[in-house]
């Protein structure tokens, strides 16, 4: 078992950037694949970034692609999503993920075990 908690979300405007981190509760050097998440109002929850913990391979939905980056640091149990150029489109409450068995899909909200709480990022026009 391990908690996830998400933290760096907040009210930002178009064209500014949010870090976002997701904390663990205890070592995830062993787990698979960590994702990203977010579900705005009155839709449904949507991929936004994977990595694969071991080799650091990453994927991103096409929206975010060049203007998102996802990291992970085993030292300190943590995984980020640096969110640059930020559009009014982007607002939602984001999600972590995590998972330890391995799998070969990393867009599907079954593709993980573990969830954080969310954040909440809005960003403003």
């Known amino acids: 078992q391990v908690q996830l908690v998400e933290s760096g979300g907040g009210l930002v405007q178009a064209g500014g950037s949010l870090r976002l981190s997701c904390a663990a509760s205890?070592?995830?050097?062993?787990?698979?694949?960590m994702g990203w998440f977010r579900q705005a109002p009155g839709k449904e929850l949507e991929f936004v970034a994977a990595i694969t913990w071991t080799g650091g391979s990453t994927y991103y939905e096409d929206s975010v692609k060049g203007r998102f980056t996802i990291s992970r640091d085993n030292a300190k149990n943590t995984g980020n999503l640096q969110m640059n150029s930020l559009k009014p489109e982007d607002t939602a409450v984001y999600y972590c993920a995590a998972r330890f068995r391995r799998d070969i899909s990393y867009t599907r909200r079954s593709d993980y075990d573990y969830w954080g709480q969310g954040t909440q990022v809005t960003v403003s026009s």
């Open positions: 205890r070592s995830i050097f062993s787990i698979n694949a």
